[in-house]
């Protein structure tokens, strides 16, 4: 009489058997696909925000300033179109 109350499993345990041994299958999504899916969207946000600021800026900033013509280039440019340098 005494070995009739080893012989009781608890209900939680009964549940873990049935889930992992019986012929219910597992619900949720697999955790790798979670992993992958949360990676991706991460990915996927960064690349399209990268995008919308290049484009944002490319609308907004102004053009980038040349850089300075020396003297020696100016006066070259200056005899090809046929205006004569300041000073001769």
Do not use: C, H
């Not at 991460?42 to 399209?48: A, G, K, P, Q, V």
């Not at 944002?56 to 280039?73: F, R």
């Amino acid at each position: 009489m005494a070995d009739a109350g080893f012989d009781r499993v608890p209900p939680s345990f009964d549940r873990v058997k049935n889930a992992a041994g019986g012929g219910v299958e597992a619900q949720g999504l697999n955790p790798g696909l979670i992993v992958l899916l949360v990676v991706g969207g991460l990915l996927l946000t960064f690349l399209i925000g990268n995008y919308v600021l290049y484009v944002y800026a490319q609308k907004t900033l102004p053009p980038k300033k040349k850089k300075p013509i020396s003297k020696k280039k100016m006066k070259k440019e200056r005899l090809k179109q046929g205006v004569s340098a300041p000073g001769e």
